[in-house]
Every structure is written in structure tokens, then in C-alpha cells.
């Protein structure tokens, strides 16, 4: 696949086929995504690619907490200004495809819980770096392995969706991973096989236009 057309087709997979994913593959999809840039090439990400009975297991306890009410770890998430409109968009745009409506409880809470559930994906990819990276360029290198291992997914067919939901419970996660309490978990991707029917997958979300963020200076 062209590089452009990677990055452009690149979308966030919200439900997938039940279909396993070969272990092979994910192998070779990280293997690529490990050639993506790092602050002073340290190299920070940790993977650990849960699948089967593990995930399952994830899976339940994330929910199983969720509907606790227990507290969540996440960064910030009060958005101000243009951000809150962006993510009140993202969801405007999401439910109308989904067909939930802004009143109906009950499906607003099912919705929620997919992504507890790494959108049902047969298989996750958990990154962690040690904590004794704490406040160095860690998290932006996170982020460059994740968007590789987003594109490297699209030459086997696979979707992803890069999600903080699936480990906004760490003690679920290390429960059933045996990650250590000196390691951060920072995002998960979920990853599968696309579900073609399912709605929220033809979501082409917004991008602001390119002029009213760029500036060109001595062109
Ligand atoms: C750090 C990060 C965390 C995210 N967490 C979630 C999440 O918890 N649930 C979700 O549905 N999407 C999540 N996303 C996906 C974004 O909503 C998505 O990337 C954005 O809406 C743009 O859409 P696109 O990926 O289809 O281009 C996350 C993306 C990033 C980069």
C-alpha cells in the first residue's frame, strides 16, 4: 500500500470479526512499527499482546469495574474551546451512525462499555514504559509506534483503534498480564479484523483544514 494512501485510509475500527489474528502477524506488524522514531532512539515501548482467554478476562474486569463506579486513570479529558467542540463532534458524528440517540440512557451505556471492551477485538496490544521514564519524551514516542503499528495493521488487512477506555483500569490489566507496578500502561490498541457491516466503521472523522493551522513563513 502506497504510504499517502496508509495514511490517509487510516481509520479508528469500532467493531471487528471474531476472526483470530495470527500471532505471526502481530508479530511482523510490531516488528515493522519498532523502526518508528524515539527521543535520543531510547526505544521506551513495551508491548504486551493479550488475545484469547487473557483478553477475556480484561475484558470482564474492566467492565465489571466500570459498573463499580471505580475510579478512572486517565489524563485530563475537560476539553476547552475548539477541543470540546472536536470531541463533541466525534461523538455527535459516531451516535448518528450508531443511531443512538443524545436521551436514550441505555444505549449510550452500551456504547460506552464496547470500548471497555476493546470493541469485542479478537486481540489488544497493551504499551507500557518503565515509570522511571517519568516527564522525559516517553509518552511522544509512545505515539509514534502506536500510529506505525496503526499503518503496518492496514498491509495485513487489519483494523486498529488506539483507545485509553481498555486500560483506564491498570489494576484489571495487571491483574491479568502480571505487569509490574513499576511499569505505566499508557494506551492500548485494539486490533482485528474489520466488521464491514458495522456502522460506526464508515466514520470519516474531521480534520480541521490544513490552511487554519499551518503557517508558511519565508515561502
Ligand atoms: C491517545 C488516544 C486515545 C484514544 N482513546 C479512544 C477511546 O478510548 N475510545 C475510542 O473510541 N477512540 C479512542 N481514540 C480514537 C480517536 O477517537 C480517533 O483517533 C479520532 O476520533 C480520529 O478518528 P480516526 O482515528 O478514525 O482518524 C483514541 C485515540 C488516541 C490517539
Not at 474551546?81 to 440512557?105: H, N, P, S, T, V
Not at 483503534?161 to 483500569?169: A, L, R, T
Not at 489494576?171 to 498480564?177: D, F, G, N, S, W
Not at 480541521?208 to 515561502?219: C, M, S, V
Amino acid at each position: 500500500m502506497d504510504i499517502l494512501d496508509a495514511i490517509k485510509s487510516r481509520r479508528s475500527i469500532r467493531s471487528f470479526l471474531p476472526e483470530p489474528v495470527p500471532r505471526g502477524v502481530i508479530r511482523e506488524i510490531l516488528d515493522a512499527a519498532i523502526w518508528a522514531p524515539s527521543a535520543l532512539n531510547t526505544q521506551p515501548w513495551e508491548f504486551t499482546v493479550v488475545g484469547g482467554e487473557v483478553l477475556a478476562g480484561i475484558k470482564q474486569g474492566n467492565i465489571e469495574k466500570l459498573l463499580s463506579g471505580a475510579v478512572i486513570h486517565s489524563p485530563r479529558t475537560a476539553y476547552e474551546g475548539i477541543y470540546r467542540q472536536r470531541r463533541i463532534e466525534l461523538a455527535k458524528d459516531l451516535f448518528q451512525l450508531m443511531d443512538i440517540k443524545r436521551e436514550d440512557g441505555e444505549k449510550r451505556a452500551a456504547w460506552l462499555q464496547r470500548g471497555y471492551r476493546f470493541f469485542d477485538a479478537p486481540a489488544a496490544i497493551i504499551i507500557s514504559v518503565d515509570k522511571s521514564l517519568e516527564g522525559t519524551w516517553s509518552l511522544f514516542d509512545i505515539g509514534t509506534v502506536s500510529q506505525a503499528i496503526c499503518l503496518a495493521a492496514l498491509e495485513y488487512g487489519l483494523g486498529t483503534c488506539i483507545e485509553d477506555q481498555g486500560v483506564q483500569f491498570p489494576e484489571v490489566i495487571r491483574k491479568h498480564t502480571g505487569l509490574p507496578e513499576n511499569k505505566e500502561i499508557v494506551i492500548g490498541i485494539a486490533i482485528g479484523y474489520p466488521d464491514p457491516m458495522f456502522p460506526a466503521n464508515t466514520l470519516i472523522s474531521r480534520r480541521e483544514p490544513l490552511d487554519g493551522i499551518t503557517a508558511w513563513l519565508g515561502f
